[in-house]
C-alpha cells in the first residue's frame, strides 16, 4: 500500500505524488482511492481507485541516480521506431506513450528527435501529431530527469546533450 508523499512515475502523466487517499463518491458507489497530483503540473488530479490493480501497475518507482545515468548513455544505441503510414505510427506512438516504458519512451524521443533535425535541413518542421507525441514523451521522460537529479525539466536536455558528448 502506498502513502501519502510518495512520488512515482504514473503512465503517461509522469512523475506524480499522492497529495491524499481519500473515500469518494463515484457512480453512486464509494471507494477509496489516492489522489494523485502530477508533479510538475499541480492543476491536474487523478483519482486511482486503491483495489484497481490495473491502475495501480502503472505506479512505477522512479529510477535511480545511477539508473538514469545508464538510461541516458543508452541513448545513442536505442532503434529508431519510425514507421511511413501516417496511421500505423501514431497508434505505434500512442501504445509507447501509455505503457510509459522508459526505453521505449526514449526510443520515440530519439526518432523524433532524429526526424525533427532531417525535417529542419529541408526547411520543413515535425507533423502537429508527431510533435505532440515527442513533447508528451519529453515531459515523461525530462520530469524524472529532474526529480531524480535536482534540476528543472528545462535544464534536462542540454544535460543529456553534454553526457551523451561526453561519453
Known amino acids: ?6 512520488i512515482f512515475l504514473y503512465g503517461s502523466n509522469g512523475v506524480c505524488k499522492i497529495t491524499d487517499i481519500k473515500s469518494e463518491k463515484f457512480a453512486r458507489e464509494t471507494k477509496t482511492y489516492y489522489i494523485l ?3 510538475f503540473d499541480s492543476k491536474e488530479t487523478i ?3 486503491v483495489d484497481n ?4 501497475s502503472k505506479m512505477k518507482s522512479l529510477l535511480s541516480k545511477s539508473e538514469i545515468m545508464e538510461l541516458i548513455k ?7 521506431v519510425w514507421n511511413e503510414n501516417t496511421n500505423t505510427r501514431r497508434d505505434l506512438f500512442k501504445k509507447i506513450i501509455n505503457k510509459a516504458n522508459r526505453i521505449e519512451l526514449i526510443s520515440l ?14 526547411g520543413k518542421s515535425l507533423s502537429v ?3 505532440k507525441y515527442y513533447r508528451r514523451a519529453q515531459n515523461i521522460i525530462h520530469g524524472e530527469i529532474a526529480l531524480v537529479l535536482d534540476m528543472q525539466p528545462t535544464e534536462v536536455e542540454p544535460f543529456i546533450e553534454s553526457v551523451i558528448a561526453a561519453a
Open 74 to 80: 543508452s541513448i545513442p544505441e536505442q532503434k529508431t
Open 129 to 131: 501529431a508527431d510533435e
Open 1 to 6: 500500500m502506498y502513502k501519502i508523499g510518495d
Open 53 to 56: 490493480e490495473t491502475l495501480i
Open 37 to 39: 497530483s502530477p508533479f
Open 109 to 122: 524521443m530519439k526518432t523524433l528527435h532524429d526526424k525533427k533535425l532531417a525535417q529542419e535541413a529541408i
Open 47 to 49: 483519482f486511482v481507485p
